[in-house]
């Protein structure tokens, strides 16, 4: 077992006593690789630095929000600035509506939205929506895909496709799942039919366009095309969670990218700038049953945070700059080709990307759908990130997510990584 540094285990040791697992989110206790979690003190650019002031290049990126990279200057002044102004008034802002009309004008599918403040409230504010509008009570979502920790979105299917689905979780009760279907990501057949059985019960198709949360996987050609057409044709609503991929894998979202525009899409990391946010929105006509306009509640007291809204407002102008998309594009395949310049007989598996979201999978040749991600060799990722950690690079601390490159990291440390790579498969090939 790796020992964490002396300062971060210290401090993970008293946070232990106050926190459970002393960690806020599980994740990041590091369960999946063994050893104790760094206790990160600040960021810049690519970097992040622990506690003892030790540098490592940072592919975690808060988890996908941080495509500026760390503490990017335009973002941190706009901060700045704004909190002297009031961090609060629970009563409408410019600002924020500045921030609705940016997006909805960036993003296809939506007409109107809402700002909550997690991706987790996003996804819940719209399934609820979705079944205020249609008046049916079942939801159809995919094995693998995440959409925050929604009692009726966790839960998985047993092997591939099952009909009705069991809670991944103690406290969430059998009758919150009850209604929830589960369809294999990639697997037309099994929406096709699941849809046939269910039409006239079913709200609401959720889906990431591009599975993230198994480790990155993108949608099969047709597939996004497909539940389109399944769910138009049935009055279903289709829901695309582009928490992640939202303004990450094209300024659009991933509806651009794939040319497919769901009824209601959700959204946050990127959209907060590194603060706490989401969002939903779609068709005019479904986000109008919306109180005060309709019968389906939601709410917020800090909703549209104008210190949240104003970071989110400076990362998406950001964003706007000429060239950034084909930047971030370029990035990861140079990443995504590096990686592949290593792997072979000695370290197997492979290298999935779409934009600027990568994923090393060690063990399997192809990974298609999550069935294959769960081949992979956990016990050579753990050590795997042990010696990507000793080496400066800091990476996600589970084979199943995806790594994520900001406009900071630039081409040396991309070389630099790669080269870490190289050095560790070196050493863990000759193990063998
Ligand atoms: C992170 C994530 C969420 C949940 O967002 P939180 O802000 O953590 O609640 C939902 N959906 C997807 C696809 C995500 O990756």
Redesign the pocket.
Known sequence: MVRGSGVSRGLFERSNRVVPGGVNSPVRAWSAVGGEPLFVGRGEGSRIFDEEGRGYLDYVCA??PLILGHAPAAVVEAVVNAAPQGTGFGAPTKKEMELAELVSGRIAGIEQLRLVN????A?MSAIRLSRGYTGRDKVLKFDGC???HVDALLAKAGSGVASFSLPDSAGVPESFTGETLIAGFNDVASVRSLIREHREDLAAVIV?PVC??MGVIPPAPGFLEALRELTRRYGIVLIF?E??TGFRVARGGAQERYGVTPDVT?L??VLGGGLPV?AFGGRRDIMSCLAPLGPVYQAGTLSGNPVTVTAGLATLKALEAPGVYPELEAKGRRLEEGLKGVLGPGVQGTVNRVGSMLTLFLGPERVTAPDHARDSDRDRFARFFHGMLARGIYLPPSPFEALFLSLAHSDDDIAATVAAFADWADEDSSRH
């Not at 997690?118 to 409230?121: A, K, M, Q």
């Open positions: 988890w996908g997690s991706g987790t409230e996804t995440y959409h925050g990431e993230g949360n969670d928490v992640i959700c946050g990391k989401g």
